[in-house]
């Protein structure tokens, strides 16, 4: 039967989602839960890889367990199992044809950050450090920049392998009280740190490193040189995955 799941992580200490050979990663946790509580090899498939360092609010997965256990009782299953930095908040037995990662239809990210000279140790988990004046309005004038439809091959890290690199953003919306800011951002789809240089670019906008032709133009053109840096990693989150029908209703 199939699985749907919404999961929480902190992935300070992972090497991001997929399982790799030289480091845990939350899909290997994930899959060894399982294992514990069934006995049963599995795949836990997400709706998209996070990288090493980025965390989760709402990543969803689903997963094939040939038991009968009721949805809303395998996140207690699961969680009995899993360390404290990750978490099901929710399961449910998922709909036919439902797959986490084809099935998505947006995803929405949160890029956190603190503007000040001294590190605060309480922010630093999740926020990323910018010792650089704080300039709200000039980061929502650069964010109006990538709404709609786009190439973001400038965007993406070298050697991503994907067959496009044109990606719609429904909205990029800047909050902040003077001392951090929290950009969120909604598109169908994302490449490989697309959002963490959107954030450095808009950064170096609000700094006068780059104008708005300057981003108009790596737009246009793919010039990597026309973006700003890519932001640490630990200023990313995956707040929510939304889906028609919503697995969890």
């Not at 890029?111 to 450090?129: G, I, T, V, W």
């Not at 010039?223 to 932001?231: A, S």
Request: some cysteine.
């Amino acid at each position: 039967m199939r699985y749907a799941l919404k999961v929480a992580y902190d992935g300070t200490d992972y090497c991001g989602w997929q399982i790799q050979p030289n480091g845990i990663t939350v899909q290997q946790r994930l899959q060894e839960a399982v294992f514990a509580a069934f006995g049963v090899e599995c795949t836990v498939t997400a709706s998209g890889r996070t990288d090493s360092g980025v965390h989760a609010a709402g990543q969803v997965c689903h997963v094939d367990i040939p038991v009968n256990i009721a949805g809303e009782r395998l996140a207690d299953a699961l969680n009995v199992r899993l360390p404290q930095d990750i978490s099901v908040l929710k399961s449910a037995v998922a709909p036919d044809g439902f797959d986490a990662n084809r099935s998505a239809k947006r995803k929405t990210y949160r890029y956190s950050m603190y503007f000040s000279s001294r590190r605060n140790p309480l922010l630093d988990r999740y926020c990323a450090r910018v010792d650089a004046p704080y300039n709200i309005e000039a980061m929502r004038r650069a964010a109006a920049l990538f709404v709609g439809e786009h190439d973001f091959a400038a965007y993406c890290s070298s050697g991503s392998q994907v067959k496009t690199t044109v990606r719609e953003v429904y909205s990029v919306n800047v909050s902040g009280d003077g001392y951090r800011a929290d950009i969120e951002v909604c598109g169908g789809g994302f490449l490989y740190n697309m959002v963490r240089t959107m954030v450095g670019t808009m950064l170096w906008y609000s700094l006068g490193k780059l104008g708005e032709k300057e981003i108009c133009l790596s737009l246009a053109e793919g010039r990597r040189e026309l973006v700003g840096k890519t932001m640490p990693a630990r200023g990313l989150t995956l707040l929510s995955v939304e889906y028609s029908p919503d697995p969890f209703a």
